[in-house]
């Protein structure tokens, strides 16, 4: 099985900084089968990005995607309050991990 | 537009079963592999199963294989999950998510999810 291993556990920075969430593979994962979801307190997840950097049609340009082999990464440039919410990446390449999540706090 | 309404959670006591559904409409039902995906009280996402549209493709998490069974009805437009032998562990809110075409794939449409209680 391929855990996922996202850092950091929680992150506070305030509106219009830049947020850099990582996720760290156990072995090597093609980039075509890599997202990261947002997930708002009492909400389903919402897919943000696929395929490592191809973001969802409708989600704001702030949110971008890269990385490759094991080294995953999703920036949220020009933070707005609304972007408070837990981020997880995602494996889908062989069966189906989850990271642990990453708690974001706009403040 | 896509929408995926899970039904079917509630109180069950440990030992005992629950079988879960998700009707979806909006989309080519049959052409689509789905998952369901649940979520335990304050904690992160665990994948537990995926159907490919066809039925021929299927895969269960370790931790719920030999236990859960998935299931489809496509000509109900409608997905299913067995789950037997039900533990505490297995209290958590389930979602039905929907996956890609002829690849499992990332999620990009869910339900709002229904949850499952294991407690005597």
Redesign the interface.
């Known amino acids: ?1 391929i855990v996922l291993t996202q850092s950091p556990g929680t992150l506070s920075l305030s509106p219009g900084e830049r947020a850099t969430l990582s996720c760290r593979a156990s072995q090597s994962v093609s980039s075509t089968y890599f ?1 990261w ?1 947002q ?1 708002k307190p009492g909400q ?4 943000l990005i ?1 395929a490592a950097s191809d973001r ?1 049609s409708g989600i704001p340009d702030r949110f971008s995607g890269s990385g490759s082999g094991t080294d995953f990464t999703l920036t949220i440039s020009r933070l707005e309050p609304e972007d408070s919410a ?1 981020y ?1 990446c ?1 494996q ?1 390449g062989s ?7 990453t708690k974001l706090d706009i403040k | 537009q896509v929408q995926l309404v899970e039904s079917g959670g509630g109180l069950v006591k440990p030992g005992g079963s629950l079988r879960l559904s998700c009707a979806g409409s909006g989309f080519a039902f049959s052409d689509y592999y789905l ?1 369901w ?1 649940r979520q335990a009280p304050g904690k ?4 537990v199963s ?1 159907i490919s549209g066809s039925s021929t493709d299927t ?1 269960y ?2 931790s719920v294989k030999g236990r859960f069974t998935i299931s489809r009805d496509n000509a109900k437009r409608s997905l299913h999950l067995q789950m037997n032998s039900l533990g505490a562990e297995d209290t958590a809110v389930y ?1 039905c998510a929907r ?1 890609g075409t002829g ?6 449409y ?4 229904t949850l499952v209680t294991v407690s005597s």
């Open positions: 099985e997202a979801y997930q389903a997840p919402r897919l696929y969802v837990v997880y995602q889908y069966s189906y991990t989850f990271g642990q999540g | 998952s995906i992160g996402l665990e994948w995926y895969n998490a370790d979602y996956g690849i499992p794939g990332s999620q990009r869910w339900g709002q999810g």
